[in-house]
T-cell receptor, first 112, second 113 residues
């Protein structure tokens, strides 16, 4: 079986800092996603990519950049961390079409 | 913009009971509807999906979809303490830019021994 790995598991940043989150999958899936999960707000789509070097904006893309330089990896950058921000960032991959997603365990972000 | 709403926000049931979770969505043309399970500190895991009107059964899980009323429900028979988790309803929108899942906020299920 495959695995999807997110690093780091925990990330503490300072206000205004640029922070990068990484995601790797070995399923050979075409499509990868970044979601943000906040308490009481569910999962919101930030960016997704349907193939290497492709990027598609989700509903929450402002304040973020993404990069898909290899099929197996998808990184997300918080361009300027906001003070008191606390959220879980979830990466997922899918073979495409109407298939289910496989999620990583998440990166927990705290900005002080 | 697709909207997905779930009810109840939380549900407590005794071990062995039936758990019933509800989800409404805004676009009758949406493709599949998925249910995901999320345990604390973990990512969501896909449980079951449905595309056609009617019901689908897998083990202790049954899903009912009514596209006319934009409603889908998940029923867990013989609920176990290990079923305690957040359950997320997600609606699939597949287009030329690939497939996107739109998620609801979730229902927190607690099964008491």
């Amino acid at each position: 079986g495959g695995i999807i790995t997110q690093t780091p598991k925990f990330l503490i940043g300072q206000e205004g800092q640029k922070l990068t989150l990484k995601c790797q999958q070995n399923f050979n899936h075409d499509t990868m996603y970044w979601y943000r999960q906040d308490s009481g707000k569910g999962l919101r789509l930030i960016y997704y990519s349907i193939t290497e070097n492709d990027l598609q904006k989700g509903d929450l893309s402002e304040g973020y950049d993404a990069s898909r330089e290899k099929k197996s990896s998808f990184s997300l950058t918080v361009t300027s961390a906001q003070k008191n921000e606390m959220a879980v960032f979830l990466c997922a991959s899918s073979p495409g079409g109407n298939s289910d997603y496989t999620f990583g365990s998440g990166t927990r972000l705290l900005v002080i | 913009q697709e909207k997905v709403q779930q009810s109840p926000e939380s549900l407590i049931v005794p071990e062995g009971a039936m758990s019933s979770l509800n989800c409404t969505f805004s676009n009758s043309a949406s493709q599949s509807i998925w249910w995901y399970q999320q345990h604390p500190g973990k990512g969501p895991e896909a449980l079951i999906s449905i595309f056609s009107n009617g019901n689908k059964k897998e083990g202790r899980l049954t899903v009912y979809l009514n596209r006319a009323s934009l409603h889908v429900s998940l029923h867990i028979r013989d609920s176990q303490p290990s079923d305690s988790a957040v359950y997320l309803c997600a609606v699939s929108n597949y287009g030329s830019s690939g497939n996107k899942l739109i998620f609801g906020i979730g229902t927190l299920l607690s099964v008491k021994p």
